[in-house]
């Protein structure tokens, strides 16, 4: 059964930091892997999508790593601003063997970017 | 409008009423999905619908039961719900459905509690 887990739980950094979010994952047969960011009570925002055949996506100040074989994907987040406080979620495409469409989630790591 | 619209935005229902949650997408996708947030959870897939079929059922309760009368629409029709069933529902749509679905976009999300 896939399981995605993301270190860590929580972070707060100073604005201007280049930081690092983590996200691995059991099974590394998947199709995709997708980080999202939601805001307190809101939906989910899509940030980057890692086709499995791709090794890193980049948007803006955030770049996206995949590495398929070791379970691994990173994310990381250039010159930090409060606007960046958010919770960050990993979720892979589960491949045969899952549902169709199925999405597996991590809890997300809560980031904090203080003034 | 753009992106996936969800309404209401929060929903406080009995348990022995009956309510609906209502989807719509404009990004013209062929594949619809509701999931699940609860509180200290990931999220979880519950349905999902490509070309207005049904494809996925997460083992979700009777007392959950979808409608999907076009690719555009989705409903989640929710009767006789238990207190544990209060959470956030989110709507996603993509621009195909089966194993590898690409991008997913979600909407806010219709938060409900269910006294």
């Known amino acids: 059964k896939q399981e995605v887990t993301q270190i860590p739980a929580a972070l707060s950094v100073p604005e201007g930091e280049n930081l690092v979010l983590n996200c691995s994952f059991t099974d590394s047969a998947i199709y995709n892997l997708q980080w999202f960011r939601q805001d307190p009570g809101k939906g989910l925002t899509s940030l980057l999508l890692i086709q499995s055949s791709q090794r890193e996506q980049t948007s803006g100040r955030l770049n996206a790593s995949l590495d398929k074989s070791s379970g691994r994907s990173t994310l990381y987040i250039a010159a930090s601003q409060p606007g960046d406080s958010a919770t960050y979620l990993c979720a892979v495409n589960e491949g045969y063997g899952g549902s169709q469409g199925n999405l597996i989630f991590g809890k997300g790591t809560k980031l904090s970017v203080k003034p | 409008e753009t992106g996936v619209t969800q309404t209401p935005r929060h929903l406080v229902m009995g348990m022995t009423n009956k309510k609906s949650l209502k989807c719509e997408q404009h990004?013209?996708?062929?594949?619809m999905y509701w999931y699940k947030q609860s509180a200290k959870k990931p999220l979880e897939l519950m349905f999902v619908y490509n070309f207005k079929e049904q494809t996925e059922n997460n083992s979700v309760p009777s007392r959950f039961s979808p409608e999907c009368p076009n690719s555009s629409h989705l409903f989640l029709h929710l009767h006789t719900l238990q207190p544990e069933d209060s959470a956030l529902y989110l709507c996603?749509?993509?621009?195909?459905?089966?194993?590898?679905?690409?991008?997913?976009?979600f909407g806010e999300g219709s938060r409900l509690t269910v006294l």
């Open positions: 990004l013209g996708h062929n594949a």
């Open positions: 996603a749509s993509s621009q195909t459905g089966g194993w590898n679905t690409g991008e997913l976009f």
